[in-house]
């Protein structure tokens, strides 16, 4: 069953209608949450600003989740639910661990920059609010933030904001490795050779 979320303008109470449709228990862009996760109260503080219905939203979301049934889903509210639980969840060590793996599966793509020889990506998000915007893809060699074309989109929120980095804090060696390979001041790609007419002496730049 699909869906689709309300993009709001954090400017404007008006929410704006998504036009993508998200099937969050399909999407290969997030890991599995255990039900043992939804269920404890203590994952949910501070969720409940986020719902209309908050205990409509968390009674259907755990019947489908036992009944490994997303049909048992009726409205957007329990996938919103879903995607904030799975935030707080990839912040945890087994979170961490599946997302590491899929950002190692190049889930999230490569760096298209010159320069960055095919870095891998990991997902980054531009708020911790709901409904503002679909997650970015962040690049360690660069330190840039990309927008993000998939099969899919999948709200920022459900990533968070320092989910990139708290990878890299994690798995450190990732992040050392993914630098060093071919090294960026050493086989650095030049746009061009002139800028304004003049003639550029990049060795002499670095």
Known sequence: MAFTLLYSDEQNSEPVVSTTQHQLFQSKYMVDVPIEFVLDQFNHTDLKQYFLRYNEAFDQLTNALSANDEDLISDVEPMILYGLLHKRYVQSDAG????HKLVLNKTFGT??????????????????????????????KCNCVYQFYGENEVDGSFFGTDLAHLL????????????????????????????????IAWDKMK
Request: hydrophobic letters at 30%.
């Open 96 to 99: 961490l661990s599946k997302m």
């Open 111 to 140: 760096c298209l920059r010159q320069g960055c020889d095919d870095c891998l990506l990991a997902p980054i998000s531009v708020s911790d609010k709901p409904g503002i915007a679909p997650f970015c893809v962040y690049c360690c």
């Open 168 to 199: 890299f804090l994690k798995y450190p060696n990732t992040e050392e490795k993914l630098k060093s390979q071919k090294d960026i001041d050493e086989e650095m790609v030049y746009c061009g050779k002139q800028l304004f007419g003049f003639e």
